[in-house]
């Protein structure tokens, strides 16, 4: 199953800045590079650290030094970079940091009159002895702990020597391999028959859309087959890095996500188009392509209140947006269906709930994007025992007070619905 998070942010100031945004847009990690002086490893607080991983429901992945060069001929350049990431192995260990992820450097080099010459190339026996005494030290500290340092093909692995080398690290099982779509994209896929060839050490995923060889596009910005990479993605269960480098351009490419996810659920589902006056145009729109100009579907929130005054809730599973989210019950009408009729449709498929219709009313109505929303509120004297949960669209259900809702939502832990304030309002 993809788990999908964001980078370190040059616009966010702070660790809880960027864990709050992680979890605001439904992101699962927080990838700390430790290339920007905050996430130095003397400067990383495990407590802290441990604190806000808690507080706001994620974990962490890291992106060691991109200057790491841990088989530098400078023997004292060397040690300290084999000391950094024994370091950050120990900070992993008791953080529960799955992935670590590196770049391969590929050195200095002399300019020939007719070619360039690496000196690792040049010295390969070298490079390799010190390579693998890196390998080896690390595959001890790492032990059992399921830690794994992924290689990226950031640069690509076109000379030779990079590729021995790759592959002498993955001989050891605490090394696994990242694959950064934009960046290979960018040199005409020309690792991709490398990184396919071992694909069983595929683990990690830097994803960004691509035009050309412009990279760090948000998702959808670019021309690149986007679904076929979180196919691959799926097949080998990787972490995903949304890696932008704004939080515009993560803003957006969650939001991509989020219809891609919603998308696998019902790929052939087709909704009525409305106008921006909500009246039908007789056309259907494929569920997960994009509406364009004044097109709109419809959507509804059905929320259930018994007569203690608790609402139900249903935890979104953990293959859609909002991963393990609370929130109503709810989703877009499909061809043909009225507001009501989709309202009731909802809950019976993601609860097992068949409420008689004239429990319900429309309490609120809005328009957002290209949809419009009812939220519906059903009176029901429903026992938790009744509530049959749908595979694949929920995992949990639980009774709420208003003031539980809200503290969820301060929490991070309810699907942000931007009229919650007036619901509960209207709800007391």
């Given at each position: 199953m993809i788990s999908f998070g964001m980078p370190t942010l040059i616009e966010l100031n702070s660790l809880e800045e960027s864990a709050a945004l992680c979890r605001e847009l439904g992101l699962k990690f927080i990838e700390l590079n430790m290339s920007f002086p905050q996430n130095q490893l003397e400067k990383l607080d495990v407590d802290e650290l441990l604190r806000i991983k808690e507080k706001y429901g994620i974990f962490y992945t890291v992106h060691l030094d991109e200057e790491l060069n841990p088989y530098s001929l400078n023997t004292g350049v060397r040690q300290a970079y084999v000391e950094n990431v024994l370091g950050t192995v120990e900070l992993a260990r008791k953080l529960g940091i799955p992935t670590l992820n590196m770049h391969m450097l590929r050195g200095?080099?002399?300019?020939?009159?007719?070619?360039?010459?690496?000196?690792?190339?040049?010295?390969?026996?070298?490079?390799?002895e010190y390579l693998r005494q890196f390998r080896d030290r690390v595959t001890e500290a790492i032990g059992d702990s399921g830690v794994k340092i992924c290689v990226e093909n950031t640069d690509g692995f076109d000379l030779p020597f990079l590729l021995h080398g790759l592959d002498l690290l993955l001989e050891s099982p605490a090394f696994a391999m990242t694959y950064d779509i934009g960046h290979d994209y960018a040199i005409n896929c020309a690792d991709k028959p490398i990184i396919m060839e071992r694909s069983g050490h595929l683990r990690h995923m830097h994803m960004h859309d691509a035009l050309g060889t412009q990279v760090h596009l948000a998702l959808g910005d670019g021309e690149m087959d986007l679904e076929h990479y979180l196919r691959l993605a799926a097949e080998h269960d990787c972490r995903v890095v949304l890696e932008t480098k704004t939080v515009a351009a993560l803003r957006q490419s969650a939001r991509w996500v989020n219809k891609w996810l919603n998308m696998q659920s019902s790929p052939d589902e087709l909704w009525d188009v409305y106008d921006e006056n909500r009246r039908l145009t007789g056309r259907t729109h494929r569920?997960?392509?994009?509406?364009?100009?004044?097109?709109?579907?419809?959507?509804?929130?059905?929320?259930?209140?018994?007569?203690?005054?608790?609402?139900?809730?249903?935890k979104r599973a953990p293959n859609k947006g909002w991963p393990n989210m609370w929130e109503c019950t709810g989703g877009s009408a499909v061809a043909g269906e009225g507001s009501l009729t989709a309202a009731l449709r909802e809950l019976r498929e993601e609860t097992g709930l068949v409420i008689p219709p004239e429990r319900g009313r429309v309490v609120h109505s809005f328009r957002k994007d290209h949809y419009f929303c009812d939220v519906w509120l059903f009176e029901d004297d429903f026992q938790p025992e009744e509530i049959r949960l749908l595979e694949n669209e929920t995992c949990g259900a639980m009774c709420a007070t208003a003031e539980e809702i809200l503290r969820l939502r301060r929490d991070g832990l309810l699907v942000p619905y931007g009229y919650m304030d007036d619901f509960i309002r209207l709800m007391q």
């Open positions: 200095i080099y002399c300019t020939l009159p007719t070619k360039r010459v690496y000196i690792y190339e040049e010295n390969e026996p070298v490079y390799r569920r997960g392509d994009m509406l364009e100009g004044q097109d709109y579907h419809l959507v509804v929130h059905a929320w259930v209140r018994r007569s203690d005054g608790r609402f139900l809730l249903t």
